[in-house]
Nanobody
Framework: QVQLVESGGGLVQTGGSLRLSCADS????????MGWFRRTPGKEREFVAA????????YYADSVQSRFTISRDKAKNTMYLQMNSLKPEDTAVYYC?????????????????WGQGTQVTVSS
């Protein structure tokens, strides 16, 4: 069973940085591809970034490419999202999620496990 817990959200000014963490208390973290999604009020959850089980494949949404970096530490059962050059439009609740296949890794419906979310607010 995968159990995901996000942390690291908060309030930051435009241009600032935050690092989100996603810890898995289960024992199968390394079997899964991992992704970050975000949701703003009134909108659907949208894909942000994904990483393969061994970290060898990465994929980013165009809106965060070159500003955000996804990574994972298998020894710590933890995934990270380093967010730099933050903009007000990055304000959202950020969720981490796990999926067993890289196929359609940007699709919300493909993911099997989700964390509870962490709020990121970027002030202008």
């Amino acid at each position: 069973q995968v159990q995901l817990v996000e942390s690291g959200g908060g309030l930051v000014q435009t241009g600032g940085s935050l690092r989100l963490s996603c810890a898995d208390s289960g024992r199968t973290f390394t079997d899964y591809m991992m992704g970050w999604f975000r949701r703003t009020p009134g909108k659907e959850r949208e894909f942000v970034a994904a990483i393969s089980w061994n970290g060898g494949r990465l994929y980013y949404a165009d809106s965060v490419q070159s500003r955000f970096t996804i990574s994972r530490d298998k020894a710590k059962n933890t995934m990270y999202l380093q967010m730099n050059s933050l903009k007000p439009e990055d304000t959202a609740v950020y969720y981490c999620a796990a999926v067993s296949s890289w196929d359609q890794v940007t699709e919300v419906r493909r993911y099997d496990y989700w964390g509870q979310g962490t709020q990121v607010t970027v002030s202008s």
